[in-house]
């Protein structure tokens, strides 16, 4: 069984940084590609960016381009978001996922943590 726990988030004021980290268990997963997603009150659960399994590619929401940095610690199978210069609009609940199939970018996230929350105070 593969599980997936955020923490990190909090509450900041605008132009303010957090880092959230997840941890994995159950799963290597230094062989599957990951994400983090995020989901704003009243709206549906958006892509925030992924990364490759070595973490050497990464890709990212063009609302977070140059804030945010996703990374990856293989060693301590954990996966992280930097976020910088934080905007009332990143407010909402961050969940990390793992896709479901070895060293792909195709396919669906598989397993998916229970959240964590970002408020961001003008």
């Known amino acids: 069984q593969v599980q997936l726990v955020e923490s990190g988030g909090g509450l900041v004021q605008d132009g303010g940084s957090l880092r959230l980290s997840c941890a994995a268990s159950?799963?290597?997963?230094?062989?599957?590609?990951m994400g983090w997603f995020r989901q704003a009150p009243g709206q549906e659960r958006e892509f925030v960016a992924h990364?490759?399994?070595?973490?050497?590619?990464?890709s990212y929401t063009d609302s977070v381009k140059g804030r945010f940095t996703i990374s990856r610690d293989n060693a301590k199978n954990t996966l992280y978001l930097q976020m910088n210069s934080l905007k009332p609009e990143d407010t909402g609940v961050y969940y990390c996922?793992?896709?479901?199939?070895?060293?792909?970018?195709?396919?669906?996230?598989?397993?998916w943590g229970q959240g964590t929350q970002v408020t961001v105070s003008s």
């Open positions: 159950g799963r290597i997963i230094s062989r599957y590609v």
């Open positions: 990364i490759s399994w070595t973490g050497g590619s990464t």
């Open positions: 996922a793992v896709k479901g199939s070895m060293f792909e970018w195709s396919g669906e996230y598989e397993y």
